[in-house]
């Protein structure tokens, strides 16, 4: 009797002992499934889409695939009005692909897309795009409205020629156009400045000669031509004056396009409707 009694005891203290494992078990599976993977966004599961990013459509230039891209985006919670928040993007860019080198490839299609934004509001890609998703999904409390068209001015074996226009609104008391440049060498992927080509002061020579162009920046209607003293040597004392950074393309020796026959010079000038001008130059004037 008593080695039935022992033998009883020992049972329940068995089953007792794997039940405290089984909730231990079942307490631990309700933990681990209530930790975020860290490889998971934090907002994968509350954010709704602050953008979209589209392929166009695709060409070829010169062997080179391009294709058309797109990053819109439209948020305008308040029905009546442009009250912010106030979100509206339309931004559109070029991304290259077939080239041999894939690092380059990927250095040339980030400067693609980083031109495209920061001739709209002065940031990165990385930089806009956060900032859409802080409108949409964090209560920034902003008005942003920007599109823009982009032309490939040249194509060639060694570089590409990108110019990008557009209007961005801000909520201020006008619009404000942009017509910016950017020229990639198609080797290392980098950034180019004019002065890879011409030197300033080959370019100062031509602005004296009047051997240019004036294609955007003049007041209109009336205002200067562009062949005044006073407007010459002010586009003189705006050539010296810009940077040689690489940091961005804005408002230094970067902004610029060329081709086989023509360079495209873009540079800050406050005497202008717009605070800039762009001025055209045939090659041989620059030699």
């Given at each position: 009797?008593?080695y039935?009694?022992i033998t009883?005891?020992?049972?329940?203290?068995?089953f007792?002992?794997?039940?405290?494992e089984?909730l231990?078990?079942?307490?631990?599976?309700?933990e681990?499934?209530?930790?975020?993977d860290?490889d998971?966004?934090v907002?994968?599961?509350?954010?709704?889409?602050?953008?979209t990013?589209?392929?166009?459509?695709e060409?070829?230039?010169?062997?080179?695939?391009?294709?058309d891209?797109?990053?819109?985006?439209?948020?305008?919670?308040n029905?009546?009005g442009?009250?912010?928040?106030?979100?509206?993007?339309?931004?559109?860019?070029p991304?290259?692909?077939?080239?041999e080198?894939?690092?380059?490839?990927?250095?040339?299609n980030?400067?693609?897309?980083?031109?495209?934004?920061?001739?709209?509001?002065?940031?990165?890609?990385?930089?806009?795009?956060?900032?859409f998703?802080?409108?949409?999904?964090h209560g920034l409390?902003?008005?942003?409205?920007?599109?823009?068209?982009y032309?490939?001015?040249?194509?060639?074996?060694?570089?590409?020629?990108?110019g990008?226009?557009?209007?961005?609104y801000?909520?201020?008391?006008?619009?404000s156009?942009?017509?910016?440049?950017?020229t990639?060498?198609?080797?290392?992927?980098?950034?180019?400045?004019?002065?890879?080509?011409?030197s300033?002061?080959?370019?100062i020579?031509?602005?004296?000669?009047?051997?240019?162009?004036?294609?955007?920046?003049q007041?209109?209607?009336?205002?200067y031509?562009?062949?005044?003293?006073?407007?010459?040597e002010?586009?003189v004392t705006a050539?010296?004056?810009?940077?040689?950074?690489?940091?961005s393309?804005?408002?230094?020796?970067?902004?610029?396009?060329?081709?086989?026959?023509?360079a495209y010079?873009?540079f800050?000038f406050?005497?202008?409707?717009?605070?800039?001008?762009?001025?055209?130059?045939?090659?041989?004037?620059?030699?």
């Amino acid at each position: 009797m008593r080695y039935v009694i022992i033998t009883l005891i020992s049972l329940l203290l068995s089953f007792n002992n794997a039940q405290c494992e089984d909730l231990k078990e079942t307490a631990h599976m309700k933990e681990a499934a209530s930790e975020p993977d860290p490889d998971d966004s934090v907002y994968t599961d509350v954010e709704e889409p602050a953008y979209t990013e589209t392929v166009i459509g695709e060409t070829t230039m010169n062997g080179l695939r391009i294709k058309d891209c797109s990053i819109t985006a439209d948020y305008r919670p308040n029905p009546t009005g442009r009250r912010i928040p106030y979100l509206f993007a339309s931004i559109r860019y070029p991304q290259v692909s077939g080239m041999e080198d894939k690092s380059i490839e990927k250095k040339v299609n980030k400067l693609l897309k980083n031109a495209a934004t920061q001739s709209l509001d002065n940031r990165n890609a990385d930089q806009t795009l956060r900032l859409f998703n802080d409108i949409v999904n964090h209560g920034l409390n902003t008005f942003w409205s920007g599109d823009n068209e982009y032309n490939m001015v040249y194509v060639g074996d060694k570089s590409i020629s990108v110019g990008y226009e557009g209007m961005v609104y801000f909520g201020g008391a006008h619009p404000s156009s942009f017509h910016d440049y950017i020229t990639i060498n198609l080797l290392s992927g980098e950034m180019v400045p004019f002065t890879d080509y011409f030197s300033k002061e080959d370019v100062i020579k031509a602005i004296r000669s009047l051997r240019f162009e004036m294609i955007e920046g003049q007041y209109s209607p009336g205002g200067y031509k562009g062949d005044e003293p006073r407007i010459t040597e002010g586009f003189v004392t705006a050539i010296k004056e810009l940077e040689e950074s690489s940091d961005s393309y804005m408002g230094n020796v970067y902004n610029f396009a060329i081709d086989d026959s023509f360079a495209y010079i873009r540079f800050p000038f406050d005497d202008s409707l717009n605070r800039y001008v762009i001025l055209k130059f045939g090659l041989d004037a620059l030699k």
